[in-house]
Nanobody, 121 residues
């Protein structure tokens, strides 16, 4: 059984930092990504990293503030989020898939359950 389990979400103030973690079990993925979703809106791409961190890409909205990384020995992917803003508030999802350079949700067959990040003063 394939599972992706996220952790690390929470309630923080603007300017704070959080680190999200996602551990996969049951298989490995060439690409692991992070998406976020606000209720009533489409799931939005945040970042991806390919196997061994060979390629990474971040959405323009988070570039310079968020950093994705992988630990393939642990079958895990992380999202370091710095200088958080209220507009970063969302449920953050970890995803795994076989396709390189994948920025669309449809390209990821496997998903975690999500972790809530709330940025509020």
């Amino acid at each position: 059984q394939v599972q992706l389990v996220e952790s690390g979400g929470g309630l923080v103030r603007p300017g704070d930092s959080l680190r999200l973690s996602c551990v996969a079990s049951g298989r490995t993925f060439y690409t692991m990504g992070w998406f976020r979703q606000v209720s009533g809106k489409e799931r939005e791409f945040v970042a991806f990293a390919t196997w061994d961190g060979g390629d990474t890409q971040h959405a323009d909205s988070v570039k310079g503030r968020f950093t994705i990384s992988r630990d393939d020995a642990k079958n895990a992917v992380y999202l370091q989020m710095n200088n958080l803003k209220p507009e970063d508030t969302a449920v953050y999802y970890c995803a795994g898939g076989p396709k390189a350079l994948a920025t669309r949700a449809q390209e990821y067959p496997y998903w975690g359950q999500g972790t809530q990040v709330t940025v509020s003063s």
